[in-house]
């Protein structure tokens, strides 16, 4: 089956994805609510979309196509706040993060969807492991050949994302030591990674696509778990590196920032992407998980050592005009205020280090995620 047309749609427009975690009051671990949860919810009208995700300790949102930060972000304030009311009928809470900090993959259980099964059948324990929570963040273009340009041109911004969202230092009970360790599981699964540079949408859909298809490796674009993927269905590219925030507003401010960026992106004022900027792309990954913003990546251009707290602050001063065309100033000065007083992922560790417990680190992120911290 050919890869559908890439559908053109309203460009630097944006909507987000938000996999949250389900978990029990009285011992703060991961709880199989999600069917319950859904169905309570499919009862009243949704102010966006909420969907299962693949083991039922987890649920995903997605909220509307929107033009605006202001709009985005009183959307997810409206559904968080209808998130918070349902959880609470059935006793459960709810969080952002990107990891739960002690669940046991093995005590997980898929949800009962066909392509979560078949999932589960290829990868194996693998599945499991992918209780993780990221925030997905869709972009708007004009044509296929565009979503290319802007793919390949965002690889050397990845770090940024992965920085101010990190919110998964601890795993299985312990500190891992990474700001992001989430993405580490994203990195076992055969087909993540990076996309082929093609920026021709006719050679990437009838060469590489029809390839790999032939090959039966891959059925659809879903099957892809890239850091950033085309989806021509919507007519976007889909940013996925991002850990799920503690935050709504932290995930509004992503979402509008790279509306900015790809806003400058496309007026060409940067050297056009190429081939060798990905030399240097796991490492600034690497560096970006591990260390958060106090990371130090290299430049794919220059090869020039920076530190990624001073990028990130530098390239948000040059975004600020476009921020401003576009309505998300407030966006860039919440993401300015994170370089200084540092990510989700610090104020995870400092709740671990007050508490003494990775219980009450799961407190904090269910009152953090009500707007109560």
């Keep these: 089956m050919a890869l559908e047309p890439f559908k053109a749609s309203t460009p630097l427009t944006m909507g987000v994805e938000l996999e949250l975690q389900l978990v029990s009051f009285s011992d703060y671990d991961l709880t199989a609510s999600s069917p319950d949860l859904l169905h309570l919810l499919a009862k009243k009208p949704f102010p966006g979309h909420v969907t299962p995700e693949i083991t039922e300790s987890m649920i995903e949102i997605n ?11 009183a959307q997810l304030h409206e559904i968080r706040d209808t998130l918070v009311d349902a959880a609470e009928r059935l006793n459960i809470g709810i969080c952002g993060g990107g990891t739960h900090p002690f669940q046991k993959w093995v005590e997980r259980r898929i949800f009962e969807k066909p392509r979560f099964k078949e999932v589960s059948a290829l990868y194996g324990y693998l599945a499991k492991q992918f209780t993780v929570f990221g925030q997905h963040v869709h972009i708007g273009t004009g044509n296929g050949d565009d979503a290319l340009f802007l793919l390949h041109s965002l690889s050397r911004y990845l ?12 795993v299985q009970g312990g500190d891992t030591l990474f700001n992001s360790a989430r993405l580490n599981s994203v990195f076992a699964f055969p087909m993540s990674g990076r996309a082929p540079f093609l920026l021709s949408w006719d050679e990437f859909s009838n060469g590489f696509f029809a390839k790999m298809e032939h090959t039966g490796v891959i059925k659809s674009m879903k ?32 979402a509008s920032y790279l509306q900015a960026l790809c806003a400058y992106l496309l007026d060409r004022k940067e050297e056009a992407p190429a081939e060798d900027d990905y030399l240097v792309y796991n490492y600034n990954r690497f560096q970006a998980c591990r260390f958060g913003l106090d990371g130090t990546i290299v ?60 219980e009450g680190i799961v407190d904090a992120a269910v009152q953090r995620f009500r707007g109560r911290h």
């Design 159 to 170: 770090p940024h994302f992965i920085a101010l969202s990190a919110s998964s230092p601890f």
């Design 223 to 254: 099957d892809f778990y890239w850091d950033i993927r085309p989806k021509p269905e919507y007519g976007t590219i889909e940013l996925r590196v991002c850990d799920t925030p503690l935050t709504v507003e932290r995930a509004a401010a992503l």
């Design 299 to 358: 430049h794919p251009k220059t090869y020039e050592s920076l530190s990624l707290r001073e990028d990130i602050l530098t390239t948000l001063r040059r975004m600020d005009p476009y921020a401003e065309r576009l309505g998300g100033s407030a966006a860039l000065n919440h993401l300015m205020q994170v370089t200084h007083v540092g990510s989700d992922a610090q104020y995870l560790r400092d709740q671990y280090a007050a508490s003494g417990s990775v």
């Design 63 to 73: 909220s509307d196509v929107h033009t605006k930060h202001t709009e985005l972000l």
